[in-house]
């Protein structure tokens, strides 16, 4: 009975969509992204990780007027993080406990929904939470809680092939968005808090067959291994758990990683524990290292590097931006991984000095003690894996800022496969109280902050610019805010009811422009009147 129901209910909606004629989604489409404003084909918008929309029809002058369009209900508990795509009028997202959908991106109306059967046994760190899909070909990709990863047919919602990454039951799980570039699905694993080793793997789309793994923690005769003290590289976690870039012209694709293992303490781990909290520029086509920078090495705060790497041109230079969890902006030669610059965009303690590179460097004073040390900022980072967005329009680079230091704390915990292995506490210094946060526009050229816009408690959104000249983000207390994306003034807000824990995106169908956010257990979207 119930696949006649979902049969009936597919067919009724492919009539409204005209599924049939839809075309594929070519490696070519992807590349050309930015030809297709009306779309949203990756996670992050295009390969660059710009999460900036052509469209403007939405603008700083009619911005006042936007409306609720519709809503779609997950029906799930826990953290909403999805941000959707969107293809020739259908919308694909995922939500809670690795559920997945398609949608008519005009009325919200369901065509299909996958859920995941999961065992009661897995081990997510932060949430049963997944971030997207990817898609390619007539397919739909996600990863899952168990550690999966899977093709659905993206008329039906149908499996196409599932394979097996990695071992739940070890703390490995997948909770990132894929990347679709030309015929490879690329994902990268979660997990760090369990002692895992991290990797990064590349499937072919059509068939599910792994065509490279590359291990974020190099083994014994590899470049690297001795940055790790004895045995600790088997279980020094440094997953690389959010979304990466792709750089066509050098068929390169930029990936970050996060923490070593134990993330607080690093007795017994001496060394910088590569590849932790580090860019990898990898060949798309092997999986091969061409280089890696190394933002915190061996580091004792869960300084995670899992923030989106923005690709950038100016002046003739192919350069990489990021804001890092640690509190400094930086601007890399991307051709190469040479460091051209740092800059703190937040409040930072753990750091006073630079190295002969010119990477910050740890003051000794902020190593985690028995009764516990403050640094700024805490744990969460000044900022996190929530997307944030450049905006060729203005020049600026926005991104979501946290003002919280926390005491750290350390004490030696033995490791037993598939427990959370942390070897420290933290907690807020309540000193430092209140905490807050706000979203920050940099100049890229000098790290200097144009503007903020400040929210009354930090915040887990992500941002979107358009080209109307706005500046989509989210706060803690469940608005949506559109601002001025040159001042910062704010324009338009909507109470959603529930806190944001997503990245917007937009999209546009018949001329007209749509913004979507996901917040609670609901996928909103807005257009004007």
């Given at each position: 009975?119930?696949?006649?129901?979902?049969?009936?209910?597919?067919?009724?909606?492919?009539?409204?969509?005209?599924?049939?004629?839809?075309?594929?989604?070519?490696?070519?489409?992807?590349?050309?992204?930015?030809k297709?404003?009306?779309?949203?084909?990756?996670?992050?918008?295009?390969?660059?990780?710009?999460?900036?929309?052509?469209?403007?029809?939405?603008?700083?002058a009619?911005?006042?007027?936007?409306?609720?369009?519709?809503?779609y209900?997950?029906?799930a508990?826990g953290?909403?993080?999805?941000?959707p795509i969107?293809?020739?009028?259908?919308?694909?997202?995922?939500?809670?406990?690795?559920?997945?959908?398609?949608?008519?991106?005009?009325?919200?109306?369901?065509?299909w929904?996958y859920q995941?059967?999961?065992p009661?046994?897995?081990?997510?760190?932060?949430?049963r939470?997944?971030?997207?899909?990817?898609?390619?070909?007539?397919?739909?990709?996600?990863?899952?809680?168990?550690?999966?990863?899977?093709?659905?047919?993206?008329?039906?919602?149908?499996?196409?092939?599932d394979?097996?990454?990695?071992d739940?039951?070890?703390?490995?799980?997948?909770?990132?968005?894929?990347?679709?570039?030309?015929n490879l699905?690329?994902?990268?694993?979660?997990?760090g808090?369990?002692?895992?080793?991290?990797?990064?793997?590349?499937?072919?789309?059509?068939?599910?067959?792994?065509?490279?793994r590359f291990?974020?923690?190099?083994?014994?005769?590899?470049?690297?291994h001795?940055?790790?003290?004895?045995?600790?590289?088997?279980?020094?976690?440094?997953?690389?758990?959010?979304?990466?870039?792709?750089?066509?012209?050098?068929?390169?694709?930029?990936?970050?990683?996060g923490?070593?293992?134990?993330?607080?303490?690093g007795?017994?781990?001496?060394?910088?524990?590569?590849?932790?909290?580090?860019?990898?520029?990898?060949?798309?086509?092997?999986g091969?290292?061409?280089?890696?920078?190394?933002?915190t090495k061996?580091?004792?705060?869960?300084?995670?590097?899992?923030?989106v790497?923005?690709?950038?041109?100016?002046?003739?230079?192919?350069?990489?931006?990021q804001?890092?969890?640690?509190?400094?902006?930086?601007?890399l030669?991307?051709?190469?991984?040479?460091?051209?610059?740092?800059?703190?965009y937040?409040?930072v303690?753990?750091?006073?000095?630079?190295d002969?590179?010119?990477?910050?460097?740890a003051?000794k004073?902020?190593?985690?003690?028995?009764?516990?040390?403050?640094?700024?900022?805490?744990?969460?980072?000044?900022?996190?894996?929530?997307?944030?967005?450049?905006?060729?329009?203005t020049?600026?680079?926005?991104?979501?800022?946290?003002?919280?230091c926390?005491?750290?704390?350390?004490?030696?915990q033995?490791?037993?496969?598939?427990?959370?292995?942390?070897?420290?506490?933290?907690?807020?210094?309540?000193?430092?109280?209140?905490?807050?946060?706000?979203?920050?526009a940099?100049?890229?050229?000098?790290?200097?902050?144009?503007?903020?816009?400040?929210?009354?408690?930090p915040?887990?959104?992500?941002?979107?610019?358009?080209?109307?000249?706005?500046?989509?983000?989210?706060?803690?207390?469940?608005n949506?805010?559109?601002?001025?994306a040159?001042t910062?003034?704010?324009?338009?807000?909507?109470?959603?009811?529930a806190?944001?824990?997503?990245?917007?995106?937009?999209?546009?169908?018949?001329?007209?422009?749509?913004?979507?956010?996901?917040?609670?257990?609901?996928?909103?979207?807005?257009?004007?009147p």
């Amino acid at each position: 009975m119930k696949r006649a129901i979902h049969f009936t209910v597919l067919l009724m909606a492919c009539a409204l969509l005209s599924c049939a004629s839809r075309a594929q989604v070519t490696a070519q489409r992807l590349l050309d992204s930015a030809k297709e404003p009306q779309n949203w084909l990756t996670y992050s918008g295009d390969y660059a990780g710009h999460r900036f929309s052509a469209l403007d029809q939405i603008n700083t002058a009619t911005a006042h007027a936007l409306l609720p369009k519709w809503a779609y209900q997950t029906m799930a508990g826990g953290k909403f993080e999805s941000t959707p795509i969107v293809v020739d009028g259908v919308l694909y997202g995922t939500g809670q406990d690795d559920r997945a959908f398609a949608l008519d991106a005009r009325t919200g109306r369901p065509i299909w929904q996958y859920q995941r059967a999961l065992p009661a046994d897995i081990r997510p760190c932060c949430g049963r939470v997944n971030r997207g899909v990817a898609i390619l070909g007539d397919k739909v990709f996600l990863g899952t809680l168990d550690s999966h990863v899977i093709a659905l047919d993206a008329k039906t919602g149908n499996i196409a092939w599932d394979v097996n990454a990695f071992d739940y039951k070890m703390g490995y799980s997948i909770t990132l968005a894929p990347l679709a570039v030309k015929n490879l699905v690329i994902v990268g694993v979660s997990g760090g808090e369990y002692g895992i080793r991290g990797f990064i793997d590349a499937y072919d789309a059509n068939t599910g067959e792994r065509k490279w793994r590359f291990y974020t923690i190099p083994g014994p005769g590899e470049a690297g291994h001795e940055s790790w003290e004895g045995d600790s590289w088997k279980i020094g976690g440094a997953p690389a758990w959010i979304t990466g870039s792709y750089d066509a012209a050098t068929n390169t694709t930029f990936w970050t990683t996060g923490n070593p293992s134990p993330s607080n303490r690093g007795e017994g781990r001496a060394g910088d524990n590569l590849y932790s909290n580090s860019l990898l520029a990898l060949d798309v086509d092997t999986g091969e290292l061409k280089w890696y920078f190394q933002f915190t090495k061996h580091d004792e705060h869960d300084y995670d590097a899992t923030q989106v790497p923005v690709l950038l041109e100016r002046d003739g230079k192919h350069l990489l931006i990021q804001a890092n969890r640690n509190g400094f902006f930086y601007v890399l030669d991307r051709s190469n991984g040479k460091l051209i610059s740092s800059s703190a965009y937040a409040k930072v303690t753990w750091s006073s000095s630079k190295d002969s590179e010119g990477r910050p460097a740890a003051n000794k004073q902020s190593t985690p003690t028995p009764d516990g040390s403050p640094v700024c900022p805490g744990a969460a980072g000044a900022t996190n894996w929530m997307s944030p967005t450049f905006d060729p329009q203005t020049g600026f680079f926005y991104v979501t800022a946290r003002e919280q230091c926390d005491i750290f704390s350390t004490a030696a915990q033995p490791y037993h496969a598939g427990h959370a292995y942390y070897g420290s506490a933290y907690f807020p210094n309540d000193e430092m109280a209140p905490f807050w946060g706000a979203l920050r526009a940099i100049d890229p050229v000098t790290g200097k902050i144009k503007w903020e816009w400040k929210h009354p408690s930090p915040t887990w959104s992500g941002v979107l610019s358009t080209a109307g000249g706005l500046v989509f983000t989210g706060d803690a207390e469940g608005n949506f805010i559109a601002l001025d994306a040159a001042t910062g003034k704010p324009l338009w807000h909507f109470q959603a009811g529930a806190s944001v824990y997503s990245s917007p995106m937009a999209y546009a169908i018949d001329g007209k422009e749509y913004v979507a956010v996901a917040a609670g257990s609901a996928l909103f979207t807005f257009g004007l009147p």
